[in-house]
């Protein structure tokens, strides 16, 4: 794979076969699917939010639970909603729940729509085990030349992956090839739609972030294309910036308004993730640094209370024991509760009813090439590659 931040990237076919009825070899599937490349585990601010505990009256012992959100946007984005990872303890966590990216040539105008909801369950979020994690999510290539990309900035955009040939060489047929931008190579400025200016620090794991939200980007993405498929030294000066053609609107200009039912999910076979495609692509096991945390911990001690009589011991004894925090954790997980429960009911089936409890509780662009003596351009063979290229490219398109 290439590390162009700005041009091609080579895939296998088979490593993006990963994503369930993708196939790269099929002209409409390849042709018809740009990639976004997503930091899928990002939540707002990455830590716990505040937490206000009270007891009303008297020492009843009842505690009332109030989360404080401080999610810009949570309540008046026109189409994120929320997403809240909240266990039963004080670590809690929010985000935006979709990701919506359309397609239409104008803000009052979208033709075409795709809202993709967010993955990941609690012990999978980076405040938990600190994995970065990444992968690509597909969103449709506008069918209608005039049609931009419309993204809505809620999740943290890394780059962005547009089809450029289904069989990237002669000599390597099990490969294709993307035109790439690295939201991550380089701090751009970008213009809005009343004419003023935002600048993106891009950051090392997040790339754009999750501070933008008020943002809709729209792309023009035949013209990125081209210019992403051109050598450098063949566009005129002003083509030479792809990012000229990213504009913001704020969200709410941009006339859908919806929120939900998801058409996508960023899960396992709905992606494509980016420790497969390291592994897959060089031939080495590649996976997530983590901080080594094991979630079945609490799990463990808990059987291990039992086999000496803790079983006996009121529920509230041995959550105390090994931490309500990292039980209440556990128990909360919507992706491991089954699991556990079914793991502590054959082992310590006492505790198990205890815990149950508690959890309920191209031509435009280039250059005039010069001339030899000849009449030859001497940069005809590559320009006219390149045009080729883009030709076949906006032909499958269209």
């Given at each position: 794979?290439?590390?162009?931040?700005?041009?091609?990237?080579?895939?296998?076919?088979?490593?993006?076969?990963?994503?369930?009825?993708?196939?790269?070899?099929?002209?409409?599937?390849?042709?018809?699917?740009?990639?976004l490349e997503v930091a899928t585990n990002a939540v707002w601010k990455n830590k716990a939010m505040t937490v206000h505990r009270s007891a009303g009256g008297k020492n009843t012992g009842v505690e009332k639970r109030e989360h404080i959100s401080t999610l810009p946007l949570a309540d008046s984005h026109p189409r994120a909603g929320k997403q809240t990872f909240d266990p039963d303890v004080r670590s809690w966590y929010e985000r935006y729940k979709f990701l919506t990216v359309m397609t239409g040539p104008s803000p009052d105008k979208i033709t075409a729509h795709k809202q993709i909801h967010g993955g990941h369950d609690y012990s999978s979020l980076y405040p938990q085990d600190e994995a970065e994690r990444v992968a690509l999510v597909p969103v449709p290539y506008p069918t209608t030349k005039g049609d931009y990309l419309w993204i809505d900035l809620t999740y943290a955009l890394r780059g962005i992956y547009i089809p450029k040939l289904k069989s990237a060489h002669p000599k390597y047929t099990n490969c294709c090839r993307y035109s790439r931008l690295n939201f991550r190579a380089r701090d751009v400025t970008v213009k809005t739609d009343?004419?003023?200016?935002?600048?993106?620090?891009?950051?090392?794991?997040?790339?754009?972030?999750?501070?933008?939200?008020?943002?809709?980007?729209?792309?023009?993405?035949?013209?990125?294309?081209?210019?992403?498929?051109?050598?450098?030294?063949l566009l005129k000066k002003e083509y030479t910036d792809p990012y000229q053609f990213i504009q913001f609107f704020p969200c709410e200009n941009i006339q859908l308004k919806?929120?939900?039912?998801?058409?996508?999910?960023?899960?396992?076979?709905?992606?494509?993730?980016?420790?497969?495609?390291?592994?897959?692509?060089?031939?080495?096991?590649?996976?997530?640094?983590?901080?080594?945390?094991?979630?079945?911990?609490?799990?463990?001690?808990?059987?291990?209370?039992?086999?000496?009589?803790?079983?006996?011991?009121?529920?509230?004894?041995?959550?105390?024991?090994?931490?309500?925090?990292?039980?209440?954790?556990?128990?909360?997980?919507?992706?491991?509760?089954?699991?556990?429960?079914?793991?502590?009911?054959?082992?310590?089936?006492?505790?198990?009813?205890?815990?149950?409890?508690?959890?309920?509780?191209?031509?435009?662009y280039v250059k005039l090439p010069k001339t030899t003596s000849t009449g030859t351009s001497t940069s005809a063979r590559s320009g006219n590659r390149a045009e080729h290229i883009n030709q076949k490219t906006e032909t499958t398109h269209l």
């Open positions: 794979m290439s590390a162009s931040p700005e041009g091609d990237v080579w895939f296998l076919h088979d490593t993006l076969r990963q994503m369930k009825g993708f196939d790269p070899a099929n002209d409409n599937q390849f042709y018809g699917t740009i990639f009343s004419g003023q200016t935002v600048t993106l620090k891009p950051d090392p794991w997040m790339g754009w972030g999750l501070e933008h939200a008020k943002w809709t980007a729209r792309l023009d993405i035949f013209v990125i294309a081209t210019i992403l498929a051109m050598p450098d030294h919806r929120i939900g039912p998801d058409e996508g999910i960023m899960n396992p076979g709905k992606m494509i993730e980016w420790d497969w495609i390291m592994s897959h692509e060089h031939g080495v096991k590649v996976t997530y640094k983590t901080n080594g945390f094991d979630q079945l911990w609490a799990i463990k001690m808990l059987i291990g209370l039992a086999a000496v009589g803790a079983g006996t011991i009121p529920m509230i004894g041995p959550l105390v024991s090994v931490g309500v925090q990292l039980v209440g954790d556990a128990l909360t997980d919507p992706g491991s509760f089954c699991n556990v429960h079914s793991l502590l009911s054959a082992k310590a089936p006492g505790v198990a009813t205890g815990l149950t409890g508690y959890a309920m509780n191209v031509k435009g």
